[in-house]
């Protein structure tokens, strides 16, 4: 009898395990369904409208449970460059090049780090401007997205390291401090306001022979300023198609997402037939690409949804600039909470996105500043901070030019309080050299 009842105990411990084993099988294969899920979702939110179309015809071409119709949409795409005013709607001839984004994004893939310090880093490319710069101080990065500032410190380090020479450097200053170890050079670009308005003088002062410092100067030329120069997203090469678009119609605004296909899913007809089928090899084939119809079909909504909410928040958050005034300052994290979205998810849609406006077309990033400041009306970004900082110097006495902490105090007086080391370094980013560089003799 004892025997028997072992016999029993063991039998159950089996069945137990072998049920514990197909729990943990199917909570692994779920997870691993949401984790693909949730990567197509952010993949196509990642997207613009260009790539999306590429991304679109593909898996239509591969998937059978697909079918695609073509959209005549009623809006037109602008012929403009990001930021250049036209009431002129005319068709687009976007270019398909090659991103900075998409460069960066396949050496981070490369270097096989941490999950975290690899969102980090992704963050730090979706903050670059439009020359490849990361203006925001990494203290700000910390507290805007949550990370620890060494952390993100350590992640820009590693972002300035990667090509092309000067991504992720603060102004063009470091940039080409960043492509060169000629010492001389290197003089040059420490010196550049000077270069730039009195070389002869600038020759004499660091004592350089004409033959040496016309040299110099041909290799400084040589070098590249802006890190984004020749992607498809600098401004200087880039033709956008809008992702969103913004139409005013008796004083009201209309937001549309720019589809040009319509996804949906095919007639199940034949899915059915195959999944009554005998055939237990056509059957888990029909599941396998009906499950990725489906996900895609999802996230394309997602997608549309996400960028429609925030095409909306937008026109709320800026109608005095639509209607001709200045923006106002935006922060991704008050957005992100107002919509109800993660930071990372808005962060990913304003990262590569436009936005067609009665005012023009514009980048997504143009209405997310960098900082935003109290002043005596209202907020304000850094630059306009920074147009304030180069009015003040513009009307200064050139025979008492203002001090960096002269500046401070008049910023102050008009309600916006900086630090010193902070007016510096947006003077530097202005390319203005310091009082005593600026008085006249």
Do not use: W
């Not at 068709?91 to 900075?100: G, V």
């Not at 200087?236 to 899913?265: M, W």
């Not at 916006?416 to 003799?441: A, D, F, N």
């Amino acid at each position: 009898m004892a025997g028997e009842g072992e016999k029993q105990v063991q039998g159950f411990n089996k069945e137990c395990e072998m049920k514990n084993r197909i729990s943990q099988s199917l909570k692994l294969s779920n997870k691993l369904i949401l984790t693909n899920k949730v990567l197509l979702s952010l993949h196509l939110l990642e997207a613009n409208i260009m790539d999306l179309e590429d991304e679109i015809m593909e898996t239509v071409e591969e998937n059978p449970f697909l079918e695609l119709e073509f959209q005549v949409p009623n809006i037109r795409a602008s012929k403009k460059k990001a930021g250049e005013n036209s009431e002129d709607v005319m068709e687009n001839t976007a270019t398909r090049a090659r991103t900075l984004r998409d460069h960066l994004i396949e050496q981070i893939y490369a270097l096989n780090i941490q999950e975290e310090l690899e969102n980090i880093l992704l963050t730090l490319i979706d903050l670059l401007d439009i020359h490849g710069f990361l203006t925001m101080p990494t203290f700000e990065i910390a507290d805007e997205f949550g990370f620890e500032e060494e952390k993100v410190q350590k992640m820009v380090k590693i972002l300035k390291n990667l090509d092309p020479p000067g991504v992720g450097c603060e102004n063009v200053k470091e940039a080409l401090f960043m492509q060169t170890n000629d010492p001389t050079v290197r003089l040059l670009i420490e010196n550049i306001e000077e270069l730039q308005s009195d070389p002869h003088r600038l020759m004499e002062k660091l004592g350089i022979s004409k033959e040496k410092f016309e040299e110099s100067v041909k290799k400084l030329k040589a070098l590249n300023p802006y890190p984004a120069n020749g992607f498809a997203d600098s401004e200087y090469t880039n033709y956008v198609e809008p992702d969103i678009f913004v139409i005013e119609s008796d004083g009201k605004y209309s937001v549309f997402v720019n589809d040009i296909f319509d996804v949906r899913l095919s007639s199940t007809n034949v899915y059915e037939k195959l999944m009554q089928s005998g055939d237990e090899k056509s059957k888990k084939f029909a599941k396998e690409l009906f499950d990725k119809a489906k996900n895609f079909v999802d996230s394309l909504n997602r997608r549309r949804e996400t960028l429609l909410k925030l095409g909306k928040k937008i026109v709320e958050k800026e109608e005095s600039f639509l209607k001709g005034s200045r923006t106002v300052p935006l922060k991704i994290s008050e957005i992100a909470e107002e919509i109800e979205l993660s930071l990372s998810t808005v962060a990913r849609a304003v990262s590569t996105k436009y936005i067609k406006t009665p005012r023009g077309v514009y980048p997504l990033k143009y209405f997310f500043s960098r900082a935003v400041y109290s002043s005596n009306n209202g907020k304000i970004s850094r630059d306009e901070v920074k147009d304030k900082i180069k009015h003040l110097i513009d009307s200064e006495n050139k025979k008492k030019p203002l001090t960096d902490e002269q500046i401070v105090e008049k910023l102050a007086s008009q309600g916006i309080h900086l630090s010193r080391r902070v007016v510096s370094k947006y003077r530097e980013e202005l390319m203005i050299p310091s009082s005593s560089k600026r008085r006249m003799r």
